[in-house]
């Protein structure tokens, strides 16, 4: 009777336990693949990150700057031209709404440094006008650490789950 059971039912069975072997190991190299991919994007970020943060640091520099010193008699527009050129490669190395957000900045301060241009130093009002753009630099400027969080940040520190 055993054996008459085994004889019927042993294929199906075999195939059974191949299948549920089959999707294991399946399951198994799909797991692998996902750590690969987080691997890699993971190490695609720390091989940019010193480019990116250099962008971060050199957006923040012009961004002080212009804050403190924009109603310095002796401030010089053009001294923003390298921080200009620096933000330019943002386009290379960030996600599209960090880009985008960049230029928004970098023309607030276009704004700042053409106003500058034209004021003479003496009018009170326009020097309020100065100000308030400078103030919307600073509300940038406060702003980066969130804004850049996701692009320079890696998955290992920022997990809730730390070690």
């Given at each position: 009777?055993?054996?008459?059971?085994?004889?019927d039912f042993a294929?199906?069975?075999?195939?059974?336990?191949?299948?549920?072997?089959?999707?294991?190991?399946?399951?198994?190299?799909?797991?692998?693949?996902?750590?690969?991919?987080?691997?890699?994007?993971?190490?695609?970020?720390?091989?940019?990150?010193?480019?990116?943060?250099?962008?971060?640091?050199?957006?923040?520099?012009?961004?002080?700057?212009?804050?403190?010193?924009?109603?310095?008699?002796?401030?010089?527009?053009?001294?923003?031209?390298?921080?200009?050129?620096?933000?330019?490669?943002?386009?290379?190395?960030?996600?599209?709404?960090?880009?985008?957000?960049?230029?928004?900045?970098?023309?607030?301060?276009?704004?700042?440094?053409?106003?500058?241009?034209?004021?003479?130093?003496?009018?009170?009002?326009?020097?309020?006008?100065?100000?308030?753009?400078?103030?919307?630099?600073?509300?940038?400027?406060?702003?980066?650490?969130?804004?850049?969080?996701?692009?320079?940040?890696?998955?290992?520190?920022?997990?809730?789950?730390?070690?």
């Amino acid at each position: 009777m055993i054996y008459s059971f085994f004889k019927d039912f042993a294929a199906p069975i075999a195939t059974v336990i191949a299948a549920i072997t089959a999707a294991y190991f399946v399951w198994r190299q799909w797991q692998t693949a996902q750590n690969q991919a987080a691997t890699a994007l993971d190490q695609l970020r720390y091989n940019l990150f010193e480019k990116r943060y250099a962008i971060y640091e050199d957006a923040r520099e012009l961004l002080i700057w212009l804050y403190t010193e924009c109603d310095e008699p002796n401030f010089r527009p053009q001294d923003a031209f390298p921080h200009f050129m620096v933000m330019n490669q943002a386009v290379f190395l960030f996600s599209t709404e960090t880009w985008d957000w960049l230029e928004s900045v970098r023309q607030d301060c276009e704004k700042l440094l053409k106003f500058r241009e034209s004021w003479n130093g003496s009018d009170s009002a326009e020097h309020e006008i100065l100000m308030d753009m400078a103030e919307k630099l600073m509300t940038h400027l406060k702003e980066m650490p969130e804004r850049f969080r996701n692009e320079l940040s890696f998955r290992q520190l920022t997990q809730s789950n730390r070690i």
